[in-house]
């Protein structure tokens, strides 16, 4: 079956970095386009990064341009998520996903949480 499996995840300061991975399996990964999303309490899940299947071309929110950094390794099945100068507002549950045609997955999320 299909899983996307997210990890690191954590407890950071302001201003600090965290490197988030999506490991894949139960599927042709290199057909798949790669998102990250997040969702914070009471809000609607939102996109963050977006890469294509060849990892040519990428898109961010502009609230994290500048700051996070989508890439994949089609070999290893993953796309990380390298987050840079986080802020208090980047606090969420940050989830995977994998689009192709008609197929669409997620994975169970991992928290982040900047505070101080």
């Known amino acids: 079956q299909v899983q996307l499996v997210e990890s690191g995840g954590g407890l950071v300061q302001p201003g600090g970095s965290l490197r988030l991975s999506c490991a894949a399996s139960?599927?042709?990964?290199?057909?798949?386009?790669m998102g990250w999303y997040r969702q914070s309490p009471g809000k609607q899940r939102e996109l963050v990064a977006t890469?294509?299947?060849?990892?040519?071309?990428?898109d961010y929110a502009d609230s994290v341009k500048g700051r996070f950094t989508i890439s994949r390794d089609n070999a290893k099945k993953t796309v990380y998520l390298q987050m840079n100068s986080l802020k208090p507002e980047d606090t969420a549950v940050y989830y995977c996903?994998?689009?192709?045609?008609?197929?669409?997955?997620w994975g169970q999320g991992t928290q982040v949480t900047v505070s101080s």
């Open positions: 996903n994998a689009k192709y045609l008609t197929s669409d997955y």
């Open positions: 139960g599927i042709t990964f290199s057909f798949y386009a």
């Open positions: 890469i294509t299947r060849g990892g040519i071309s990428t």
